[in-house]
């Protein structure tokens, strides 16, 4: 287990074991910031001598997974759960919306005034959503990280099973 460190300015340092971080509470030279994950903020300046860490987010449909590496050891991982309830939402908000309008049987139709139809690479917002996520939990992470890696993958399941497709093969 690890206690993960800000320095004074609010800048992530390496983390610590709990003994030091316990030691450092009791003299008063460091103070309680997030219980979760475990944090604690210094309380006079130190040297930011911090070691390069390396975060790798394998990114899925329903979940993200996280692991941050340093000096060859585990520093933090977990998973992502994203929301999957979104496109229902959004189909529900468009037939009320549907709904409402033909009850206000006076008022003309209207479609091509959406400005998201009209805009080039726009993303769905349920895949919007999830990226977003991805993006505020790595800002929330308390390590001093230099690199992230992404790891994006597309299989092809059909390929597996036969490497020689080509074309109309995959149809047969």
């Known amino acids: 287990m690890l206690v993960y460190v800000i320095n004074k300015n609010g800048k992530p340092l390496m983390p610590c074991k ?6 450092l509470l009791r003299v008063e030279k460091a103070k309680i910031v997030n219980r979760c994950p475990f944090t604690i ?5 130190c040297e930011e001598n911090v070691q390069p860490i390396t ?6 449909s329903h979940h993200t997974g996280l692991c941050s590496v340093g000096n060859e050891k585990i520093l ?7 929301r999957t309830d979104i496109k229902d939402k959004m189909t529900a908000r468009r037939g009320n ?3 409402r309008r033909t009850r206000k ?3 003309p139709k209207r479609v091509l005034n959406r400005a998201t139809s009209k805009r080039s690479g726009r993303l769905p917002p349920s895949l919007f959503a999830n990226a977003e996520e991805v993006i505020r939990v790595v800002h929330q992470i308390p390590l001093p990280l230099n690199k992230i890696v992404v790891e994006d993958v597309q299989v092809d399941i059909a390929r597996l099973n036969n490497p020689d497709l080509l074309g109309i093969e995959y149809q047969q």
Do not use: E, T, V
């Not at 903020?41 to 300046?45: A, T």
């Not at 975060?55 to 899925?60: A, E, R, S, V, Y």
């Open 55 to 60: 975060l790798g987010i394998d990114k899925g």
């Open 41 to 45: 903020k210094l309380q006079w300046d």
């Open 18 to 23: 709990p003994a030091k971080a316990r030691k």
């Open 76 to 82: 933090l991982s977990g998973i992502i759960n994203h």
């Open 105 to 107: 049987w006076y008022r």
């Open 97 to 99: 919306r549907r709904q």
